[in-house]
């Protein structure tokens, strides 16, 4: 077998799985473009309208083909060279000349390599693998301003991640909201090769409003609201049997595999074939914008196998409900001795407007299940099953608590279902043996707008792998929580700790304001242990009030809690596990994982319109531990310059030398220049500039897993190593950095670096302390008692390059090339020192019984500027360039 494949992925069938690439790399090309429906590409290269005469396509004249030039004009076309979607005419988005993008098909742990091309002419895009865990490479995750930099028009960008875990799972642009106009395709991950037949149902809303105009035409924008054409007011707006609000978009049509019918024209619809006797295996997503869909049969028993990555129980049923990014496995025997039957996807629709009356308008979509000894193009006459009291029809993944009684409808809601196997390890996998260390509410609703607990998500400005801090929105928690906020909203887990999470869907000030809200992890997913409805009425189906067992604390319900602290009862025996869930309106659902990828992973509702205005959140896991970047990673920023920058450009007219860094302030003398040392420690304790440590007791040099040829090491106790002339230097600096590399052999409290702070017992200048469960201190002096104080986290027995700077501004605290805090700092000068700057123990000091740290120092730097981020990425990345030139950055006085 080869060890390495690599194909440029064509328009396909669509009805049928792609071949399944089972090599180990399996590597695809993906040229994005833009095309048009109902039109054709004849031989001679010309591209012409078509339109349908009864079912077939003929080419037709527009104002610049004219019949009477062009015999071409009025021919009939094969179907099959033409994209129908739903017979109206559109551009879209093309991925290899295809709609929907062609089928990613591997084996579980593959590499998958995806060459993305833009090749659109306005848009940026990213690529989001819907399910995929991205271990080890969360910037693989291709979420825009999140975890990259929108790809730009006429570039590119190769994607590399594991595939994991196995199951049913989708692409998309994740960037804006070009996933509307025909941006993804499926991802099919097999853990082991398949012994049933399988089909692909991608199911979705189609709206003939381009995607871009549709959010331009928002009237519910989180910036600049538009006029809402294309949207329905409320008594116009379409509504489900419980009264909450289907979508306030204009229905315009749905698609199967991309293909359906609007206005009745009877395009060609998409097909399933079957031989009697057969079993088959259909896989089944959302990959719409904004309705969820009711899902049968005719004349078939579906039994559900499978949500996103995880196997369940079978269960049996007549129908489910699919919200947009959620996917679904079923089995059918095909059963019957031939015929063919409508595969049907409904909205929720029942009417319009508050409090709707059913007026018989069923919008949705069919394809037909055909089996092999049906000929002709007659389509089913089938109908779907009557539902009795005797036999009624059970429904899976009900957002609701149940359909009217007269409709003899069973509702059974996703924790009804149970996973496949539920092994000790599988609830070791999901905490379920365990107290969670965190629970955390999450009230998802419109309260103030799409939200989260109130908070509509901003997006920084470059994504979390920079150096982000400065380009985010800070959540100010008081004005969140009594007026509600615009803000990047950052919700903090520890690593690898098990986390509970709570999403309730409540609204204190407008309870029957209802919508129903998909809720999609990225980086993870989790166990579903509970799900609560709301009360609602038995014989109309209609929502009544809340569930009982949620307390909304405050009036925009920001601190949701259980109802005097009693939880419900939760399924920690076999519980489903997905990656996507639904929140009912006026109830809740209770989620259980384990944070074990660290990452910047968004976490939002996956109906289109509402994450694009804010409702979502940045779950930060791990931040310490997240990996570096790889090499030459696209990076964009805020650019901003100076007046005397671009007066010096005015004044230099021969580009003889790249001009300088021309901050405001002005430059500091010569001296204060060579203020600048690094011990590398290959050469005794001497640093590059002359300057010695001494008192350096029972610290000793070491050869081997060092950063360069040798280091420091230090054996707890006393151990110390001191800089004294550096000491009177901080005094006159106005900005400061300290670069180091730290291994840390010993968990607990101790000093790496300290200046001042003897027996006065004044505060340090400067400090670096170590701290229980890998913590690490930092913390800044200036003159006139300005304290700043940081907490980060490192790994023990691990190197880590740890920077501090301080800019006369804020003291930012940096692990591993990425900024981890930024703390407010002013002041002219640090505070004078009383003692040497050390690294270890501090002498004298007789306030701290902290001992020195037992562990290795390497690469030692002082500067006398605050290093850019791009500079401490470069110390990182590679440590041969820490001999920096002489600082020639001007200087604050």
């Given at each position: 077998m080869k060890p390495h494949v690599f194909c440029v992925m064509l328009a396909t069938a669509v009805v049928v799985t792609a071949d399944i690439c089972r090599d180990p790399i399996c590597e695809f090309t993906f040229v994005i473009r833009r095309a048009r429906s109902m039109t054709y590409r004849a031989s001679n290269g010309n591209l012409y309208d078509v339109a349908l005469k009864g079912r077939r396509l003929q080419i037709v004249e527009n104002s610049f083909r004219k019949a009477s030039s062009d015999p071409i004009i009025g021919t009939f076309v094969d179907p099959n060279d033409v994209i129908t979607l739903d017979g109206f005419q559109r551009d879209f988005i093309a991925v290899n000349g295809a709609f929907r993008g062609p089928t990613i098909e591997v084996m579980e742990g593959t590499q998958v390599v995806v060459h993305v091309i833009n090749d659109l002419m306005t848009e940026g895009i990213t690529i989001h693998w819907h399910g995929m865990f991205v271990p080890n490479t969360p910037w693989m995750d291709g979420v825009g301003y999140v975890t990259q930099c929108p790809i730009p028009p006429n570039q590119s960008f190769t994607y590399r991640f594991k595939a994991l875990p196995h199951g049913t799972h989708w692409y998309h642009d994740h960037f804006s909201n070009t996933r509307l106009d025909g941006l993804f395709g499926m991802l099919i991950i097999h853990q082991k090769l398949p012994k049933l037949p399988e089909f692909i149902v991608s199911v979705q809303d189609w709206y003939h409003v381009p995607a871009g105009e549709a959010d331009r035409f928002s009237p519910n924008r989180l910036r600049h609201t538009g006029t809402g054409e294309a949207y329905m007011s409320d008594d116009d707006r379409d509504m489900a049997v419980d009264n909450s609000e289907v979508s306030m978009r204009r229905y315009d049509g749905s698609l199967i595999n991309g293909r359906g019918r609007?206005?009745?024209?009877?395009?060609?619809?998409?097909?399933?074939?079957?031989?009697?006797?057969?079993?088959?295996?259909?896989?089944?997503?959302?990959?719409?914008?904004?309705?969820?869909?009711?899902?049968?049969?005719?004349?078939?028993?579906?039994?559900?196998?499978?949500?996103?990555?995880?196997?369940?129980?079978?269960?049996?049923?007549?129908?489910?409900?699919?919200?947009?990014?959620?996917?679904?496995?079923?089995?059918?025997?095909?059963?019957?001795?031939?015929?063919?039957?409508?595969?049907?996807?409904?909205?929720?629709?029942?009417?319009?407007?508050?409090?709707?009356?059913?007026?018989?308008?069923?919008?949705?979509?069919?394809?037909?299940?055909?089996?092999?000894?049906?000929?002709?193009?007659?389509?089913?006459?089938?109908?779907?099953?009557?539902?009795?009291?005797?036999?009624?029809?059970?429904?899976?993944?009900?957002?609701?608590?149940?359909?009217?009684?007269?409709?003899?409808?069973?509702?059974?809601?996703?924790?009804?279902?149970?996973?496949?196997?539920?092994?000790?390890?599988?609830?070791?996998?999901?905490?379920?043996?365990?107290?969670?260390?965190?629970?955390?509410?999450?009230?998802?609703?419109?309260?103030?707008?799409?939200?989260?607990?109130?908070?509509?998500?901003?997006?920084?400005?470059?994504?979390?792998?920079?150096?982000?801090?400065?380009?985010?929105?800070?959540?100010?928690?008081?004005?969140?929580?009594?007026?509600?906020?615009?803000?990047?909203?950052?919700?903090?887990?520890?690593?690898?700790?098990?986390?509970?999470?709570?999403?309730?869907?409540?609204?204190?000030?407008?309870?029957?304001?209802?919508?129903?809200?998909?809720?999609?992890?990225?980086?993870?997913?989790?166990?579903?242990?509970?799900?609560?409805?709301?009360?609602?009425?038995?014989?109309?189906?209609?929502?009544?009030?809340?569930?009982?067992?949620?307390?909304?604390?405050?009036?925009?319900?920001?601190?949701?809690?259980?109802?005097?602290?009693?939880?419900?009862?939760?399924?920690?025996?076999?519980?489903?596990?997905?990656?996507?869930?639904?929140?009912?309106?006026?109830?809740?659902?209770?989620?259980?994982?384990?944070?074990?990828?660290?990452?910047?992973?968004?976490?939002?509702?996956?109906?289109?319109?509402?994450?694009?205005?804010?409702?979502?959140?940045?779950?930060?896991?791990?931040?310490?531990?997240?990996?570096?970047?790889?090499?030459?990673?696209?990076?964009?920023?805020?650019?901003?310059?100076?007046?005397?920058?671009?007066?010096w450009y005015q004044t230099n007219t021969v580009m003889t030398s790249l001009p300088p860094t021309l901050p405001t302030h002005p430059p500091v003398d010569a001296e204060k220049r060579k203020e600048i040392t690094c011990f590398t420690f290959d050469d005794g304790f001497t640093g590059t500039s002359g300057e010695w440590v001494s008192n350096s007791g029972n610290v000793g040099l070491v050869n081997g897993d060092c950063v360069s040829r040798q280091c420091a090491h230090f054996a707890g106790a006393n151990s110390r190593l001191e800089v004294p002339r550096f000491s009177a230097a901080f005094e006159a600096w106005r900005e400061f950095s300290l670069s180091f590399w730290l291994r840390n052999m010993v968990d607990g409290p101790c000093e790496v670096v300290t200046n001042g702070d003897c027996q006065t017992g004044d505060p340090p200048s400067l400090y670096v302390y170590g701290g229980w469960s890998g913590q690490l201190k930092v913390g800044m002096t200036t003159k006139g008692g300005h304290v700043a104080t940081a907490t980060v986290r490192i790994t023990l027995r691990r190197w880590h390059h740890v920077v501090v700077t301080w800019d006369g501004s804020k003291m930012k605290t940096y692990v591993d090339g990425r900024r981890m805090r930024s703390n407010a700092l002013p002041g002219s000068k640090l505070a004078s020192p009383n003692c040497p700057l050390t690294f270890g123990k501090s002498t004298g000091s007789t306030r701290r019984v902290r001992p020195s740290f037992s562990g290795y120092l390497d690469q030692v730097c002082l500067y006398n500027e605050a290093l850019s981020a791009a500079n401490i990425r470069k110390l990182k990345t590679n440590p041969s360039t820490i001999h920096l030139p002489t600082s020639t950055r001007r200087q604050r006085q």
């Open positions: 609007w206005n009745d024209q009877q395009v060609a619809l998409t097909m399933y074939n079957v031989s009697s006797g057969q079993k088959y295996r259909f896989r089944v997503a959302n990959t719409g914008c904004e309705r969820g869909y009711l899902m049968s049969v005719d004349g078939h028993q579906l039994r559900v196998i499978a949500l996103e990555g995880e196997d369940t129980a079978p269960l049996s049923v007549d129908s489910f409900i699919i919200y947009p990014g959620e996917s679904l496995d079923f089995e059918m025997d095909a059963s019957k001795r031939g015929g063919q039957y409508w595969m049907r996807a409904v909205t929720l629709r029942v009417g319009k407007g508050r409090d709707p009356r059913p007026d018989g308008i069923v919008n949705g979509v069919k394809a037909i299940v055909r089996y092999q000894d049906v000929t002709g193009d007659a389509e089913p006459t089938s109908r779907p099953r009557d539902c009795t009291s005797a036999q009624p029809c059970r429904v899976f993944n009900c957002p609701f608590g149940g359909y009217p009684a007269s409709e003899n409808k069973i509702c059974l809601k996703v924790s009804d279902a149970h996973i496949g196997v539920a092994s000790d390890d599988f609830r070791t996998k999901y905490g379920l043996t365990e107290q969670p260390a965190v629970e955390h509410f999450l009230n998802w609703n419109g309260v103030v707008g799409s939200s989260v607990n109130a908070r509509r998500f901003v997006f920084p400005k470059m994504p979390f792998f920079l150096d982000y801090h400065d380009h985010i929105v800070p959540c100010d928690d008081n004005e969140c929580d009594t007026k509600g906020c615009k803000c990047t909203n950052v919700l903090d887990l520890p690593y690898n700790e098990t986390i509970q999470m709570v999403f309730t869907n409540y609204n204190p000030i407008n309870a029957n304001d209802l919508e129903h809200h998909p809720i999609h992890m990225h980086g993870h997913n989790f166990a579903v242990l509970a799900m609560g409805y709301p009360q609602f009425d038995s014989t109309t189906g209609r929502f009544v009030s809340p569930n009982t067992d949620i307390d909304c604390t405050n009036r925009l319900c920001t601190k949701p809690r259980w109802r005097r602290g009693c939880e419900p009862a939760l399924n920690l025996v076999d519980p489903p596990v997905r990656d996507v869930v639904i929140v009912p309106a006026g109830g809740y659902t209770v989620i259980r994982f384990r944070s074990t990828n660290p990452g910047f992973w968004i976490f939002h509702c996956h109906l289109e319109m509402h994450i694009m205005e804010g409702m979502g959140l940045v779950l930060r896991v791990g931040e310490d531990r997240v990996p570096q970047l790889p090499r030459h990673f696209p990076t964009c920023n805020v650019f901003d310059w100076t007046s005397e920058e671009f007066e």
